[in-house]
């Protein structure tokens, strides 16, 4: 899932886990993303820190440990990133390759890809399978403000989905 917020729904901070400073496992959200393989949904289990990871990757297309560092607002060491990237990697959602002597990691599915998934979870799950009721909270300013040649792109869409009914 891809841009900021593509993972919003998934929530729990791993950083604690990842760095030792607690013990305390709290219940994780499911957090469905499509499998390079078949492109079928699989449910992983994503910590905050691990999407905030995954997020930063997918905004920077490819990114080193000190990438992903830099993109975040409040990193964790180097180690903690370089342990997250690793196991993001092992659950299939990053890849990586050499590169000198670091390692750089790109997602495995492509945005677009994970973005229209996770458009129809968010108006499955928030907006009761509706997407003129989500049309209509983007319209309200709801989700920020609209430049009006974002409504006139808007007005075209929907003038174009006229003419395929």
């Given amino acids: 899932m891809a841009s900021a917020g593509l993972l919003a729904h998934c929530a729990q901070d791993r950083h604690n886990e990842l760095s ?13 993303l499509l499998t ?7 449910s992983h289990q994503l910590g905050r820190r691990e999407r905030q990871i995954v997020e930063a990757v997918y905004r920077l297309g490819e990114a080193s440990v000190a990438d992903v560092r830099q993109a ?19 659950k299939n959602l990053l890849s990586h390759r050499h ?4 390692y750089l990691y790109r997602p495995v599915t492509p945005k677009t890809t ?5 458009l129809r979870e968010l108006v499955e799950n928030f907006f009761g ?3 003129a009721d989500a049309v209509a ?14 409504l006139e792109r808007i007005k075209r869409r929907i003038e174009n989905a006229e003419g395929r009914t």
Wanted: hydrophobic share 30%; glycine share 10%; proline share 8%.
């Fill in 72 to 90: 975040l607002s409040d990193p964790p060491s180097y180690s903690a990133v370089r342990a997250t990237l690793n196991l993001l990697a092992s």
């Fill in 99 to 102: 590169q000198g002597k670091r």
């Fill in 137 to 150: 909270a983007l319209l309200d300013g709801s989700a920020g403000r609209l430049e009006p040649e974002d």
């Fill in 20 to 32: 030792g400073t607690s013990d305390f496992r709290a219940h994780r959200v499911g957090c469905p």
């Fill in 129 to 131: 399978g509706r997407p």
């Fill in 36 to 42: 390079e393989e078949s492109g079928v949904v699989e």
């Fill in 114 to 118: 994970v973005r229209r998934f996770a």
